[in-house]
């Protein structure tokens, strides 16, 4: 790229020295047209016209058809060195470095040489005037065309050797987009040149159907952009970086070169917006898209929507490897964000795919890149390549991913159920765990193992959340309104554990649905407290402030430590089903139930057995001082109305608790 910029950069300053040299001396004689014309060049110079390209809005200028009316009246010093000249002082206010000046100047004079040549040779005219008749107008035609054809090729030549672009590809579609432009200005040089001979005077009216060009550029352009580019961070959106991705593995097909895609989700961004307001969280997102595109160039960076990015590395010219590139785009995020004198600290979780391991088109390429995004979210690991581990869902479940997307949009296909929790000592329901189940338009019910570990992976395990802890809210206020003291009880996920505003989620949908914490538990594995403790005992304790009780679910079944167990903040331990159900025989099955409940006694805590599905074993935790039964053998999950049936013939008003827990809690 360098070493051409430099070659026709020397070779055109060269020729516009020699035509400063031949037309100077001659300036003085100059005729009326030429200064009508020249101003007009100059003047039309400063206006860039955005041009609509394939993949891209680039620019072309007015000043064309004047550079080329002057090329047929006064010849080629004169054309080259007031189009240079003109050049020149457009540049310096656009502010464009000097190696781009010197390479506009020398482009311009060189396609205006060889539009001379022709004009010379070919058209006839080597005198140059006002004059020409219609049998030089064929002539004039193809220096019109060599002006255009020279133009775009010098430029597109220097253009494709900086993006690692085909040359000839790139010439092709850029000549086939500046003939609608380009090609229209110089077309309407000669009407111009034939104006001027019934006055000078007319030349200013040619300025209408040249503001009508202008205008329609600018149209088209915006047009273009608003198509192609994301309005937030001025980046290509999804439509154009996939159509990138598509090009990059045409060229990567063709020539054997690897091709990776990046996908880059913003950690916390959610708590950006939500404490410091949208407007901030847009500012933020435009500065991630510039340290993006310093860090990786702007033609492979896009935004793919919300808080993500995309990347495409393309071209075995790169010495770091995907993973490398990865982490020099994490340090890119270091330093904090300065936002009205307010540090904000950004990280992210970056998904990689590569071609041709990871996928053989862009579709399942990004699926990919996605699924390792998560992974790499889940994990804490920050960069995960895609391994066909990750991604054992079928074509169906990555449908139904979307599916589950457009049901969280909806009003009638999730819904929930309600199973109860029951004390074995006295009948009473205390609560009951809200259950989510979809009833899809075309599949029927799906059951929640089909879709929830897909939500978890892909994030939407957030949204999903937050969707039944409204409804089950809702269903409790509902039921205290009519005088039923049940509280209700929602599942987390580790992802929902780690989520900073939690807390304050759960408090904002408590006050508006005007529901007592104490009515709300929120359920959490072992594990998922494991996976951070720090986190987790913050989050739990935050939760207990506002009086929300939280069970430790699955007891058993995880590697939590009874030492930590004994300082978290939690109001009752679910024994796992799996242990319940074998529990009438399995001897080891029943031991182990046997010493969670010795161990949650012991710790003041009231135990849960879910999954008590027959009378013996109900018998058997009622004769052992298990405190709280769920399973079908008190109930099946129930819809709402289902369930208040069901409830109507049960007592629902307190009773007095379990002796020996009051004992436990009152030591």
């Known amino acids: 790229m360098i070493g051409y910029v430099g070659v026709v950069s020397a070779a055109g300053l060269v020729l516009f020295a020699v035509s400063v040299a031949t037309w100077i001396p001659q300036l003085s004689s100059a005729p009326a047209v030429y200064w009508v014309f020249a101003a007009f060049l100059v003047l039309t110079e400063l206006v860039r016209v955005d041009l609509p390209r394939k993949n891209d809005v680039g620019e072309t200028n007015i000043s064309t058809t004047f550079t080329f009316a002057i090329l047929i009246v006064l010849g080629g010093p004169a054309a080259i060195v007031t189009q240079g000249v003109a050049s020149l002082a457009a540049d310096l206010v656009h502010r464009k470095p000097d190696w781009k000046i010197g390479f506009?100047?020398?482009?311009?004079?060189?396609?205006?040489?060889?539009?001379?040549?022709?004009?010379?040779?070919?058209?006839?005219?080597?005198?140059?005037?006002?004059?020409?008749?219609?049998?030089?107008?064929?002539?004039?035609?193809?220096?019109?065309?060599?002006?255009?054809v020279t133009n775009v090729t010098l430029l597109g030549v220097g253009l494709a050797l900086d993006q690692g672009q085909p040359i000839v590809r790139y010439v092709w579609d850029d000549l086939i987009m500046e003939f609608w432009a380009s090609g229209a200005l110089l077309l309407i040089s000669p009407i111009v040149v034939a104006a001027t001979r019934l006055g000078v005077f007319l030349t200013p009216l040619i300025s209408i159907p040249l503001l009508s060009v202008y205008m329609q550029g600018r149209l088209a352009a915006r047009t273009m952009r608003q198509a192609?580019?994301?309005?937030?961070?001025?980046?290509?959106?999804?439509?154009l970086f996939e159509r990138r991705v598509h090009e990059a593995l045409e060229e990567a097909r063709a020539d054997r070169i690897p091709v990776a895609v990046m996908l880059i989700d913003l950690d916390r961004f959610k708590e950006v917006n939500e404490t410091l307001g949208h407007r901030r969280g847009d500012d933020v997102l435009k500065e991630v898209g510039q340290r993006l595109a310093r860090a990786v160039g702007e033609d492979c960076v896009a935004r793919w929507g919300g808080d993500e990015f995309a990347v495409v590395l393309a071209g075995d010219d790169r010495a770091a490897t995907p993973v490398d590139i990865a982490h020099e785009v994490l340090k890119a995020f270091e330093p904090s964000l300065a936002l009205e004198e307010l540090?904000?600290?950004?990280?992210?979780?970056?998904?990689?795919?590569?071609?041709?391991?990871?996928?053989?088109?862009?579709?399942?390429?990004?699926?990919?890149?996605?699924?390792?995004?998560?992974?790499?979210k889940e994990s804490h690991s920050r960069v995960a390549v895609y391994e066909p581990n990750f991604g054992r869902s079928s074509?169906?479940?990555?449908?139904?991913?979307?599916?589950?997307?457009?049901?969280?949009?909806?009003?009638?296909?999730?819904?929930?159920?309600?199973?109860?929790?029951?004390?074995?000592?006295?009948?009473?329901?205390?609560?009951?765990?809200?259950?989510?189940?979809?009833?899809?338009?075309?599949?029927?019910?799906?059951?929640?193992?089909?879709?929830?570990?897909?939500?978890?992976?892909?994030?939407?395990?957030?949204?999903?959340?937050?969707?039944?802890?409204?409804?089950?809210?809702?269903?409790?206020?509902?039921?205290?309104?009519?005088?039923?003291?049940?509280?209700?009880?929602?599942?987390?996920?580790?992802?929902?554990?780690?989520?900073?505003?939690?807390?304050?989620?759960v408090e904002a949908a408590l006050a508006r649905h005007r529901v007592e914490g104490g009515r709300l538990t929120l359920e959490v594995t072992e594990s998922s407290m494991m996976t951070?403790?720090?986190?987790?005992?913050?989050?739990?304790?935050?939760?207990?402030?506002?009086?929300?009780?939280?069970?430790?679910?699955?007891?058993?079944?995880?590697?939590?430590?009874?030492?930590?167990?004994?300082?978290?903040?939690?109001?009752?331990?679910?024994?796992?089903?799996s242990f319940v159900m074998a529990m009438a025989r399995d001897d080891s099955d029943l031991?182990?139930?046997?010493?969670?409940?010795?161990?949650?006694?012991?710790?003041?805590?009231?135990?849960?057995?879910?999954?008590?599905?027959?009378?013996?074993?109900?018998?058997?935790?009622?004769?052992?001082?298990?405190?709280?039964?769920?399973?079908?053998?008190?109930?099946?999950?129930?819809?709402?109305?289902d369930f208040k049936r069901w409830l109507s013939t049960r007592r629902t008003q307190p009773t007095k608790p379990n002796a020996k827990v009051a004992r436990i809690r009152s030591v």
């Open 228 to 239: 192609l580019f994301d309005a937030l961070t001025n980046l290509p959106n999804r439509v």
């Open 591 to 641: 031991n182990i139930v046997r010493s969670i409940l010795d161990l949650g006694h012991n710790l003041g805590l009231p135990i849960v057995a879910e999954g008590v599905a027959d009378e013996a074993t109900f018998t058997t935790l009622r004769s052992m001082s298990c405190d709280i039964a769920q399973g079908y053998h008190l109930s099946p999950p129930l819809d709402a109305l």
């Open 532 to 577: 951070d403790p720090t986190i987790a005992m913050n989050v739990l304790n935050g939760l207990r402030d506002k009086g929300v009780h939280v069970a430790v679910d699955d007891f058993g079944t995880g590697y939590s430590s009874l030492s930590y167990l004994k300082q978290l903040p939690v109001s009752e331990i679910k024994i796992d089903k």
């Open 104 to 148: 506009n100047v020398a482009q311009l004079s060189l396609s205006t040489f060889a539009a001379a040549f022709v004009l010379d040779r070919v058209a006839g005219l080597p005198d140059h005037s006002l004059a020409f008749t219609a049998d030089q107008m064929p002539g004039i035609l193809l220096a019109a065309a060599v002006f255009m």
């Open 343 to 376: 540090p904000v600290h950004v990280s992210g979780s970056i998904g990689i795919a590569r071609f041709p391991e990871d996928g053989d088109n862009e579709e399942t390429l990004m699926q990919h890149a996605d699924i390792a995004m998560y992974v790499a």
């Open 395 to 505: 074509p169906m479940q990555l449908a139904m991913v979307a599916e589950l997307r457009r049901a969280l949009e909806s009003t009638d296909e999730l819904f929930l159920q309600y199973q109860p929790k029951v004390r074995i000592d006295s009948g009473e329901v205390v609560s009951a765990e809200a259950l989510i189940r979809w009833r899809h338009p075309s599949l029927g019910l799906i059951q929640p193992d089909s879709f929830i570990p897909l939500a978890e992976r892909t994030g939407q395990i957030r949204q999903l959340t937050a969707w039944v802890l409204e409804a089950a809210l809702a269903q409790c206020a509902a039921w205290q309104r009519e005088g039923l003291r049940v509280g209700v009880a929602v599942n987390l996920s580790t992802r929902n554990l780690l989520e900073p505003n939690l807390v304050a989620d």
